[in-house]
């Protein structure tokens, strides 16, 4: 069994300040992390995947997640934010085979000028 | 570039009716994914084809149903629709599990 949990639903900061996207995940193995990004009215586009070859993660758009194995921990960072950051993003946890993802509920980032 | 691409954009029913949405990846891709997004909720699964003639139920499949036309194509059927089934829906497709590559997804409205 796996689950995702986002820590915060809404997360307001200024642009050029830092952001800090939280997520928690419990799974029975080895897990396949993501993060994926929606902006409004458009499908899901990945911005990074865990594979276990390091523990942080480098994505699109200046965007990097660190896994915690002891805390259970996917966290996303980004040091400056872009009003283009504007969106809704999903940690996603994999099982072994990759078909059955899982979503958390989601975290929408709002960038003030 | 097209990806995945899913038709209609939106629909609206009337509850009881059917319809069908589909989905055409053009990655060569061997498995394709439903999914349904409700406010608060991320996405769930409804169904998934981890290859060309297999379908497997995910977490939210009752009321549903899906065909694996070939290897492009995925639809999933609403044979009566319920209010319940409003929601937008995504399609997804993948090389053989691991990274999914969605579609702009279709909106459903049902009265």
């Known amino acids: 069994a796996q689950s995702v949990t986002q820590l915060d639903s809404h997360v307001s900061v200024s642009e050029g300040t830092p952001v800090l996207l939280r997520c928690n995940y419990s799974?029975?193995?080895?897990?396949?992390l993501f993060w994926y990004v929606q902006h409004p009215n458009k499908g899901l586009q990945l911005l990074l995947k865990?594979?276990?070859?390091?523990?942080l993660v480098k994505g699109i758009n200046g965007f990097e997640a660190e896994f915690k194995k002891s805390e259970t921990s996917f966290h996303l960072t980004k040091p400056s934010a872009h009003m283009s950051d504007a969106a809704e993003y999903f940690c996603?946890?994999?099982?072994?085979?990759?078909?059955?993802?899982?979503f958390g509920g989601g975290t929408r980032l709002m960038v003030k000028p | 570039n097209a990806g995945v691409t899913q038709t209609p954009k939106f629909q609206v029913l009337k509850t009881g009716q059917s319809m069908t949405l589909q989905c055409a990846q053009d990655?060569?891709?061997?498995?394709m994914y439903w999914y349904r997004q409700d406010p608060g909720m991320g996405l769930r699964l409804i169904y998934y084809s981890a290859s060309e003639g297999t379908t497997d139920k995910g977490e939210v499949p009752n009321g549903y149903n899906v065909s694996r036309l070939n290897k492009r194509e995925f639809s999933l059927r609403l044979e009566s629709a319920a209010p319940s089934q409003t929601s937008v829906y995504f399609c997804?497709?993948?090389?053989?599990?691991?990274?999914?590559?969605f579609g702009a997804g279709t909106r459903l409205s049902v009265l």
């Open positions: 996603v946890v994999g099982d072994n085979a990759g078909n059955m993802l899982t």
């Open positions: 997804a497709s993948s090389p053989r599990g691991g990274i999914q590559y």
């Open positions: 865990y594979t276990s070859a390091a523990t």
């Open positions: 799974s029975s193995y080895s897990p396949s």
């Open positions: 990655m060569n891709h061997n498995s």
